[in-house]
């Protein structure tokens, strides 16, 4: 009620103010003005007065301002500053200055005194004095006065009249909403609800604060079970679980957390969480809790050592997170430790086993290495070795045969015939041998190989040495490969000679070369219709000096299809066959396509 | 003779007149022309009076040759201003037009002329005057014994004062417009 009545009353004194404010200033202005322009008037109407002299009709033109009441004088003074005529007539000359001031108003002391020139024809005739009462402006600002006190006191009354009235209907809402805004801030209580005894918006804002205590209250519920809950998984994890305040205290910890350390719940609240924390590990993990609480991460998670009460080291995953109020300050921190002693120790073992394990590989392989070059050194120098007395067996019987043929007879010869024919095909054994084992210490050079015109060269090549054979051979196109051109040769020589040679029993030797693209790989053949084998056999087929059939049936070492795995396995490919006795063979062998010269090929 | 009839101060004896005479023109000596603050002669103030009638009036567009053309104050007859006249009219100017002095022997000399003061000495021809100038657009002057209607002004003596009657009908019939200022003194 106070406001109301303390706003009408000052807007209405601030109307007053500046009303009388305006008034105060524009009245002397107001005044002045009226003044020069009834002057004016006058000092015009008296030229032919003080031009002819004559002070009758002077004065009865001054006479005419008895019009405006608050002229007290008026005089006309000539050019030599005698006093012409006056106002009012029957007043003594005393009453009026001696002489005319200079031109121009001043104000003194309830007059305002004015002099104006009397001017004709642009010479001066004489001055006009005038002096106005100034008094009725006092008079009319005591009236306003009046008005406004009036005005104020009838505007207090009906103010104060008025919010009275309102107070009812306002001010008790206001008060029940308060009382019941206390209670809930005191005692805490949100179970209290505001009386509605208000009307309009009144009882929309007590609905609202009765919906607001509800709101509170439901949502402190929530957030007790919710604390609850917590509460209740923490304690009953297995997981070792510990809250940590912002200093690094532990506020709480749970049972799983007492077991692993050995301490009681007691001994660790109020303690600080890293002195149970391995020493060398301490450094890196309070760095992590620094950036947490800094806000540069919200967790991390560290394997780290932590120290049994009883010192004992225990290797544990450490989990800390941190919760957050709205502004993002850190409030606390949750800490959720694994014992992980046994894997850190079967780690331990893995890691321990692996790198003997690793060890013994390496020797192994160091050792097989060495085995491996002596052999081959070996038998290099046994071939070699062996060529020489060979060489004397074959030469000397050739040399008995050639020389002592006489002396021979039929019987002696073909004895000698044996031993040549043996001898020579030692010597052929010892070649092959020669070759596989120079095979391995070849250095590849590998390069793009057209591979149907390897096939067609190679099949003339081997077509030269059996004329008397009708040979046909399918080619198909076949892909070219990177490798070492030689040793893809010799793969071609052996396996098209073995196809010509097992079907030279044949009227017609069909041979068919052909490729296919499989997995990555292109698998190459080569069929024959000749005599075939028994596929029970098929994995003796590649080894050295393993054979099938007899020198007498099919001439051969038992070396070349030993070479041909070889050259295929040093390219990283496979070999393999399918026979049936009498039905013809199928050699097949793969070579990886992935070769940095296909592209080129390709252009 | 009128010319004493009319002074300020009622000279009765010569010998009064001629000390008055002396006594003006000693002032006139020492005050130059400041004939306000001086006792003044008779045809002193009269002259002062027919150079400020001009400026109370205003003449038909006709009456003037061109926008500089002077304003003419003539005396005809015997001239009774001495030099008053000439002195009053030195270098003055009316509407900003200057003032020069004619002076008649008869009507037929009259050309151009906006203030005439007709001497005492034409007054038996006065009538006959009048009627010739009538519509002239001149201002006419007299000296007020006679009461013959037609001229504009007359001058009067009233106590010690010469004061004047205005004849708005002759001003009209004359094409004149008398300012209501001076109209109120006639």
């Known amino acids: 009620m106070t406001i109301i009545l303390l706003t009408s009353s000052s807007v209405l004194l601030l109307t007053c103010a500046s009303f009388f404010a305006y008034e105060y200033f524009t009245f002397k202005q107001h005044i002045i003005e009226n003044l020069s322009t009834l002057g004016a008037i006058t000092a015009n109407n008296s030229t032919a007065a003080l031009t002819f002299n004559n002070s009758e009709d002077a004065t009865e033109v001054l006479g005419a301002l008895e019009a405006e009441p608050h002229i007290k004088l008026a005089g006309l003074y000539d050019q030599d500053g005698k006093l012409f005529a006056h106002y009012p007539e029957g007043l003594s000359m005393d009453a009026f200055p001696v002489g005319p001031a200079n031109d121009g108003y001043s104000l003194t002391s309830g007059y305002l005194s004015s002099y104006q020139p009397v001017v004709h024809e642009h010479k001066r005739l004489g001055t006009l004095y005038i002096k106005f009462d100034t008094s009725a402006m006092y008079k009319r600002f005591r009236s306003y006065g009046y008005i406004v006190a009036a005005v104020v006191v009838a505007s207090l009354i009906l103010a104060f009249a008025l919010s009275n009235g309102f107070q009812r209907q306002i001010s008790e809402p206001i008060v029940a909403l308060t009382k019941t805004a206390k209670a809930v801030a005191v005692d805490e209580d949100y179970s209290v609800r505001a009386p509605n005894i208000g009307t309009g918006e009144f009882v929309v804002l007590t609905e609202a604060f009765n919906q607001m205590l509800t709101r509170i209250h439901d949502g402190n519920r929530e957030l007790r079970q919710s604390e609850e809950r917590f509460r209740s998984a923490m304690e009953h994890s297995p997981i070792s679980m510990s809250l940590i305040a912002t200093d690094g205290t532990w506020l709480d910890v749970n049972q799983a957390k007492c077991e692993m350390t050995g301490y009681t719940r007691e001994e660790m609240i109020g303690q600080i969480f890293y002195k149970i924390i391995h020493p060398d590990d301490l450094f890196v993990n309070l760095q992590h809790f620094q950036r947490l609480l800094d806000g540069e991460i919200d967790s991390y998670r560290l394997e780290e050592r932590h120290l049994h009460k009883s010192g004992q080291v225990i290797w544990v995953d450490a989990n800390v997170s941190i919760v957050r109020d709205d502004n993002r300050m850190p409030v606390y921190c949750i800490a959720q430790i694994q014992d992980i002693s046994h894997r850190k120790r079967d780690e331990e073992l893995l890691r321990n086993l692996n790198a003997e394990l690793e060890q013994r590989v390496q020797e192994r392989t160091h050792k097989l290495k060495e085995a491996n070059k002596e052999l081959e050194a070996f038998s290099y120098s046994v071939s070699h070795d062996l060529r020489a007395p060979l060489r004397a067996i074959d030469g000397f019987s050739r040399i008995l045969l050639e020389d002592n043929a006489d002396k021979l007879d039929e019987d002696g010869k073909r004895v000698l015939g044996v031993i040549r024919s043996n001898t020579q095909n030692m010597g052929r054994l010892i070649d092959d041998l020669l070759a596989f084992s120079r095979l391995s210490r070849k250095q590849m050079e590998p390069c793009l190989v057209n591979m149907t015109e390897l096939a067609s060269d190679v099949f003339q090549q081997v077509k030269s040495s059996c004329v008397d054979q009708n040979i046909h051979l399918n080619l198909a196109p076949l892909p070219n490969i990177e490798g070492d051109p030689a040793l893809i040769r010799q793969v071609f020589v052996n396996l098209l000679s073995n196809a010509v040679k097992y079907s030279k029993t044949r009227s017609e030797s069909l041979i068919d070369v052909s490729a296919r693209p499989e997995n990555g790989e292109y698998v190459y053949s080569i069929k024959d219709n000749g005599v075939g084998f028994d596929m029970a056999y098929s994995n003796k087929l590649f080894g050295v000096f393993q054979r099938l059939h007899s020198v007498e049936q099919f001439e051969g070492t038992g070396v070349g299809l030993a070479i041909v795995q070889r050259i295929v396995h040093r390219h990283g490919g496979r070999v393999w066959a399918n026979a049936k006795i009498d039905e013809g063979a199928t050699f097949h062998f793969s070579l990886p396509k992935e070769s940095k010269y296909e592209s080129a090929n390709d252009e | ?186």
């Not at chain 2, 006139?28 to 002062?48: I, R």
């Not at chain 2, 040759?65 to 104050?73: E, F």
């Not at chain 2, 038996?124 to 002057?141: A, C, K």
């Open chain 2, 1 to 186: 003779m009128a010319f004493s009839k009319t002074l300020r101060t009622k000279a009765t004896s010569s010998c009064m007149k001629g000390l008055t005479a002396c006594l003006i023109a000693a002032s006139v000596l020492f005050s130059g022309e400041q004939v306000w603050s001086a006792p003044a002669d008779e045809y002193q103030v009269k002259a002062a009076f027919l150079f400020n009638f001009a400026k109370f009036v205003e003449w038909p567009r006709n009456a003037f040759s061109d926008a500089n053309a002077p304003l003419v104050i003539g005396v005809l007859g015997q001239d009774p201003f001495g030099s008053y006249l000439d002195n009053t009219l030195q270098g003055e100017r009316v509407a900003n037009r200057p003032v020069t002095l004619e002076r008649y022997r008869s009507v037929a000399e009259i050309k151009r002329c906006h203030v005439l003061f007709i001497s005492r000495s034409e007054s038996g021809r006065l009538n006959q005057i009048v009627n010739s100038l009538r519509y002239r657009g001149i201002l006419t002057v007299t000296d007020g014994d006679a009461n013959q209607s037609g001229v504009i002004i007359r001058f009067v003596s009233e106590g010690n004062k010469i004061r004047f009657h205005i004849d708005s009908d002759a001003a009209k019939a004359a094409n004149l417009v008398i300012s209501s200022r001076l109209l109120r003194l006639g």
